[in-house]
């Protein structure tokens, strides 16, 4: 039994449909899940940033506490001091983490990459089929 021509033309037209929906499911997919990573990433970097301040702040109260200390006697000078600048320190650090997390351009950078994939597979599938009807 034999398809006629329109019919194949309808049976390809569908099959092209279900292939369409298929490849768009699963980009779409793909991007939801990036959103998802991209949402973690963004959560994490405002963590960082928050401890990067708080621990700031408790930096600079111990730093005036230092200063306001000053004048007393011998070794405690020695304790405030080391314990801001371990406080700065580390808020400097949490800093440059989050700096470094925020240059980082990760939102929906597979799913571009499998969209231009994608294109360039089409593209050769149009150029092998135009090189096989010039023979």
Do not use: C
């Amino acid at each position: 039994m034999s398809l006629g021509p329109t019919q194949r033309v309808f049976s390809a037209a569908k099959r092209l449909l279900k292939s369409l929906v298929a490849n768009s499911e699963t980009r779409l997919r793909l991007a939801v899940l990036e959103l998802e990573e991209e949402r973690a990433r963004l959560l994490t970097l405002i963590l960082l940033a928050g401890a990067s301040l708080l621990l700031l702040l408790l930096g600079v109260a111990t730093l005036t506490a230092l200063v306001v200390v000053i004048f007393w006697d011998s070794y405690r000078l020695l304790a405030i001091g080391a314990s801001a600048g371990v406080l700065i320190g580390a808020s400097l650090l949490l800093a440059f983490i989050a700096a470094h997390q925020a240059r980082q351009h990760t939102l929906l950078k597979e799913t571009l990459k499998q969209l231009a994939a994608d294109r360039a597979l089409l593209e050769m599938r149009n150029d092998d089929e135009a090189n096989r009807q010039e023979r």
